[in-house]
């Protein structure tokens, strides 16, 4: 399997992370889940921003989509800032944070997001990260 199928093999993990999220809240409220859902994709345009747009192949990012997004930034490629990777991690963060509470009240609902998101980590580090040509990615292990 080539490395863009497990980019978007990832990328799906994380939508349904997101989409069983915002399920769980949409059983609360469904006022909190639009909000959810617009809070998710904001954060997220925002991240490719501090994180994307600084790598040196968004163009052909195995990521897709946020390789796309992070084109409209016109970034010149370097070197990721201590401000930029904290901005970036806590963008990724939030993301997914909003949605625990909402998830804790239906266990299954919760085996399935944890379940995703850690399948979308491993994907990325087994098969995404080797050999991968952002020399400037803090997650890089390769000299």
């Known amino acids: 399997m080539n490395k863009a199928a497990y980019g978007i093999i990832g990328l799906i ?13 949409s059983l ?22 501090f ?3 600084s790598c040196p192949i968004k ?6 989509l946020p390789g796309y997004i992070a084109r409209i930034w016109k970034e010149t490629p370097g070197p990721y800032t201590p401000g930029k990777l904290l901005i970036s991690g806590f963008l ?5 944070l909003p949605a625990l509470p909402a998830l804790i009240t239906s266990p299954m609902l919760l085996l399935i997001f944890l ?15 080797p050999g991968c040509g952002n020399r400037f990615c803090p997650f890089r292990k390769e000299g």
């Open 13 to 25: 993990l994380g939508i349904i992370a997101i989409i069983t999220g915002l399920y769980a809240i």
């Open 28 to 49: 609360h409220s469904l006022f909190m889940a639009i909000g959810y859902l617009f809070f998710t994709v904001i954060a997220g345009v925002i991240f490719t921003r």
């Open 51 to 53: 994180f994307c747009a």
């Open 59 to 64: 163009d052909t990012c195995v990521h897709i």
């Open 92 to 96: 990724f963060v939030i993301i997914f």
């Open 115 to 129: 379940v995703c998101i850690v399948l979308a980590a491993v994907i990325s580090v087994l098969f995404l990260c």
